[in-house]
Every structure is written in structure tokens, then in C-alpha cells.
């Protein structure tokens, strides 16, 4: 009689179990066309036919495939030196701000790690607030001018090179190490800094390529501070390009007044690097976020 309850029980359980899992597989495939169809739709305006598009979108709002498939537009603007220009700019603002946001968190955390070290709750306390206390536009810009960084390329990547957020994560990652580890380096001789290198480096790869993707997208797609201090229009990265172009045109129904000119074939050539790169360190940011936070 006990037996046959308990099974009873269990296929309760396991038909609750399964209608869960539907219900939770149905809502993530719904949020996931939600969020795709945007990008989706991009991709469909930038490589449509003007004339065919636009009566689409007249007697269609909902579109799932191209409208007369021609790339023009996307070879119009991989021909134009300026889009290479600002895309370089871009690849250099991305690679050299992330490698300068990296080296001020990871030294931060590992600082913060440390256990014994006086005045480490000060310290903490004072990173964290940096979270919720943030000085605003015009004090920042006040700043960068005060600071003689207005229109350098050093007034967009010094302001805004550190996050607290990360820091947090790299500092959780770092004192999940063993002590051990770390008495045994010091007894070896190791100076903080090889400590550093050879130990905590290496055993953070997840959190610190995680941090490192937060810091470049952040990066590639900042377009307002880059748009307000980089004044010269030869040192403006893509993103701003991209801004004053969907400005400059309209709606989506107004793209192709110029006929040669698509800002939705620009974005496409804007976000393929990151859709491209995102993939192959997926694993390491699903690891980094969740170990780096329960630990």
C-alpha cells in the first residue's frame, strides 16, 4: 500500500515536472523570437529592394524574408573608405579599452581579495558605491575637459574604464582560490605580482573572458560619449556613423530616399564581428557568470 502511494506521488510529480518544462521550453522560444525578429528584420531592410520593400512594409508590417534580395547597399558601404575608417577606429577603441578596463579590474580584484589586508572593507565599500553614486553628464564632461581630454580618443577610454560590477566578479573568482595555494607561492618567494600572473590569472580564464566580452560590447556599441568628446570626424568609431545616418534618413520606410545609402546594412556590417566572436566564448561567460557569482 505504501509502495503503490509513493508511485502515485512520483508520477504526480513527473507529470508537474514535464508540464513545467513545457511551459518554460514555450515561454523561451517565444522571448527568443521577440528579441531575434529586430535583428532579423535589419537584416531583411538591408538587403531588400527599395521599391519592393516599401510596398511590403505599406501592406505588411510583419516581414520574414527579404523583399527583392540585392546587396548593394551592404557593397556600397564596404567600398566607402570613411566606413573603413570609422570601423578601424572602432576595432581600436574596442581592443585598447578593454585591454586598460581588464588591467584596472583584474589589479583592483585581486587587491581586494586579499585577505589580512587592512582598510579592505573601506576599499570594497567605496568600489561598491561607485555603483549607485555616478557624478552625471555634466560633471563627467566637465571632467574630461578640465582633464584636457576633449576630443582625444584617451577622453573616451580613461573615464570609462572601470566597472564596479566587474570588479565584484573578478574579486569573488580570485577569493574562491585555495589559501594554499597562495601561503605556498609566498613561502616560494612569490612576489605579489607573480601571484598574479602565474596563479590567479590563469585560474580565472572564464570570469576574466566574460568580464572582457562586458567590456568589449560596452565598448563597440558606445556611441554617445564618443559622439560628444571625439570632435574630429576622422576619429568618430562606426557606432556614431551609424547614429547620424538613421538620423539623417528617417523611418524605415524613408531608408532609401538616397537609393545608394542604407543604415540597415551598415548596422549588419556594425554588429557581425560581435555575432561572430559571441559564439565561440559562450561557454566561458555562462561558466564565468554563474561560478564566478556562487562562489
Known sequence: MKMSLNL?????????DNILGIVNNVLLIVLSIIMLYPILYIFITAVSDPQSFTNAVNHNKLLLFPQGFTAEFLVEHLKSIEIWRAYGNTV???LLGTAISLFLSITCAYVLSRKGLKAIKVMSIIVVLTMWLKPGMIATYTNILNLGLL???FGILLPFAFSAYNV??????FAAIPQDIDESAQIDGASHFRMLTSIYIPASGPAI???????????????????????DPNKQPLQVVVKKMLENQG?????????TVSAFALIIIAIVPIMLIFPFIQKYFKK????GSVK
Not at 508520477?11 to 508537474?16: A, C, D, I, N, R
Not at 523611418?251 to 537609393?259: E, S
Not at 564565468?288 to 561560478?291: F, H, Q, W
Open 151 to 153: 576630443g582625444s580618443i
Open 288 to 291: 564565468g557568470v554563474m561560478v
Open 8 to 16: 502515485q506521488d512520483f508520477k504526480k510529480k513527473l507529470t508537474v
Open 251 to 259: 523611418d524605415a520606410g524613408g531608408l532609401f530616399n538616397n537609393g
Open 168 to 173: 565584484i566578479l573578478l574579486r569573488t573568482y
Open 209 to 231: 573572458t566574460t568580464v572582457g566580452l562586458f567590456y568589449a560590447i560596452e565598448r563597440w556599441n558606445g556611441y554617445f560619449w564618443a559622439e560628444l568628446v571625439l570632435t
Open 92 to 94: 581600436l577603441y574596442t
